[in-house]
DNA sequence: AGGCGGGGAAACGTCGGATGTCTCGGGTCA
DNA sequence: TGACCCGAGACATCCGACGTTTCCCCGCCT
């Protein structure tokens, strides 16, 4: 194993057995290299490594510190596997995100603070009145899109599922998604299907909310490639 | 953004925009660095947490390579989440991981080949075997249950899925598992869980492999702590 | 007394070179 | 023809020096 794992493993052993808390400070670089055995080169490609997998927050002129550890920000790195593995084939991609964001969906309905609900509903609230415009700000609605759904699952009251939800359905996928609604003209559509899910949620209801979610996904997949993708779409014979 | 930035985000960038491709060999660090515009001290801490998130494989005598970018190799650094996240509170682990293993043995019900089924079977025979066995080989049942249930995610035929399995139901989160499920006894009973989901699958029955898979997890998680954790344990009144 | 700004110490960022270690492949010899 | 040797090439590691940024204390001004 090289002296770079040696620092990797080491560091991430020392956190997990309490030497260091969320939030502490690292000693600084001089020290802990000297107290793991390896230069300071050696420790600085470990900690950038650390740094970039979301464990370290590395500020210069100030120190090292051990980040909050929570799932969001543990995930978050891993968005850059929509860049690769959504390259050629995004429809694994898709699918999984409907996987996660029904889930979420469902979830949330039984959960989400009726706080959250207003402040959904004014989001797509302002996203309609922007629609109406003539300059229709692009930006600014793709903006609400992953705001309406981040609240879905941070309401879903599980921080694993957050994660990855923005690690999948990330800027990097929302990005090229929008391209191709646009261009189709389906603001509309996609307004009116974000109103049916958020209906769904204020009834509590988390079937409906998941069927909801699911038809929404599924109409995004379908103006990136005509056909359903992979499966039966989650299983939409919900109604029994 | 620092020079190790660059270095990160220059090497993606060349590899999306196909300057180099999957299993490709990198130009050496010296010339690397020089086109990049930086040391090389800052290139290897660069390449460094490329080789860490993946992305390259560097061997020492050899040279760096492009790695095959395939959804498992990028999303298995994740498995350490397990670690930091699962330390106080597993639950919301588990749950992803009942969602995704769930979908995957839906989704196998339809896609899995006889080849395959006949090798999870043979597993199930020699665990049982194994168990009836006085000196029983623990590290080797253990061993068995993770290649059965990877047999399931791989016919789920969605690389992304497997990938993400292999990340939340890895090695980390087994052997916490099953030291629980060894102490009170469950080999037998897990054994049987296992059966009734083969026989789903042979069915080629999606519903009935999904719940089986469901009530399995369920029981695992239940070994751990005593309640139903998060929610109404997907959505288990699928008979109807 | 309180607020503001300068300056120095501390810590990370970057660089260059030197040396160690490993792998691969060509050449040699039996 | 086959096994062995060995040297070139490439990554691994270390060291020392200097740049850049941040924080914080101290002194000054109001």
């Known amino acids: ?18 030497t260091f808390k969320p939030g502490d400070r690292l000693p600084i670089e001089k020290d802990l290299a000297e107290s793991l055995g390896v230069s300071r080169g050696s420790l600085r490609e470990g900690m950038s490594a650390l ?5 370290v927050n590395i ?5 090292t510190y051990v980040t909050n550890l929570d799932a969001p920000q543990l995930l978050a790195p891993m968005g850059f596997v929509v860049d690769f593995q959504g390259q050629g084939d995004p429809r694994h991609i898709h699918t999984v995100r409907r996987l996660l964001e029904c889930e979420a969906a469902r979830l949330a309905a039984t ?5 959250a609900l207003a402040q959904a509903g004014e989001l797509l609230d302002e996203a309609a009145r922007i629609a109406g415009q003539s300059p229709q700000d692009h930006e600014r609605i793709m903006e609400i899109d992953i705001a309406f759904h981040r609240i879905i699952a941070v ?11 923005e690690a999948f359905a990330g800027r990097t996928l929302r ?20 109103a049916a899910i ?40 919900g109604g029994s």
Chains 1, 2 share one sequence.
């Not at 794992?5 to 991430?12: F, S």
């Not at 500020?59 to 120190?63: A, P, T, Y």
């Not at 391209?179 to 299907?193: I, K, Q, V």
């Open 1 to 18: 194993m090289s002296r770079t794992d040696e620092v990797v493993n080491g560091i991430k052993r020392m956190i997990l057995e309490g």
């Open 51 to 55: 740094s970039i997998l979301g464990i």
């Open 59 to 63: 500020r210069q002129g100030d120190g």
């Open 111 to 115: 959960r989400i603070t009726d706080e």
């Open 155 to 165: 309401h879903a009251d599980n921080p694993v599922l957050v994660g990855l939800i």
């Open 175 to 194: 990005g090229r998604l929008w391209r191709s609604l646009h261009e189709e003209g389906a603001d509309r559509r996609t307004h009116d299907e974000h």
């Open 198 to 237: 958020l209906k769904a949620l204020v009834a509590r209801d988390p079937e409906r909310a998941r069927i909801r979610m699911a038809n929404h996904l599924i109409g995004v997949e379908e103006s990136l490639y005509g056909l359903p993708d992979d499966g039966d779409a989650n299983a939409e014979a």
